[in-house]
């Protein structure tokens, strides 16, 4: 039994459309970084951190970056008329869909409403409290996310 889940364990770390993924994500957060670091964007060690795992927003998306991946992957290994790829496929429109329009619509509506609140504190009409503004992704964030996915994903599946 416990054989069993070592084997199964290893082989969802060796899988390549994990790895295709994982590696698709993680470039594009490390691309995300160098860039910030030589705009002056990045300030601390904590910064630097973050932007290398979480931070959203930049270029590339590595939102996109991974489901373009993911993908690809699918597509090599279980052709473009399986179900599985059908699945993904839906998968990657969402995503992108999401990247573009509703998260940065609501970065967006978000840096206004901030603005407005600012404006009501500093002429002390009210105290407002700043709402988290979201990144989403401009279009050319997305389509480099998309390349460097899909090229990610070619790699894992060709090698």
Not at 88 to 100: E, K, N, S, V, Y
Not at 101 to 109: A, K, L, N, T
Not at 128 to 139: C, D, F, L, M, S
Request: hydrophobic fraction near 50%.
């Amino acid at each position: 039994m416990f054989d069993t889940v070592v084997k199964q364990v290893i082989f969802l770390f060796t899988n390549p459309i994990l790895l295709a993924c994982i590696s698709s994500w993680f470039c594009a957060q490390f691309v995300k970084t160098v860039i910030a670091v030589l705009y002056g964007r990045i300030r601390s060690l904590t910064e630097l951190l973050e932007s290398l795992i979480w931070k959203t927003g930049g270029m590339p998306s590595s939102h996109s970056a991974l489901v373009s991946s993911l993908a690809t992957v699918i597509a090599f290994r279980n052709g473009i008329d399986s179900d599985i790829f059908v699945l993904t496929f839906c998968f990657f429109m969402i995503t992108i869909r999401d990247a573009l329009g509703v998260r940065r619509s609501s970065g967006i509506q978000a840096k206004k409403i901030n603005e407005i609140g600012k404006s009501l504190t500093d002429k002390e009409i009210l105290e407002y409290k700043a709402i988290k503004e979201v990144n989403g992704h401009t279009p050319m964030e997305v389509t480099i996310g998309c390349f460097l996915g899909f090229f990610i994903g070619l790699a894992y599946s060709v090698f």
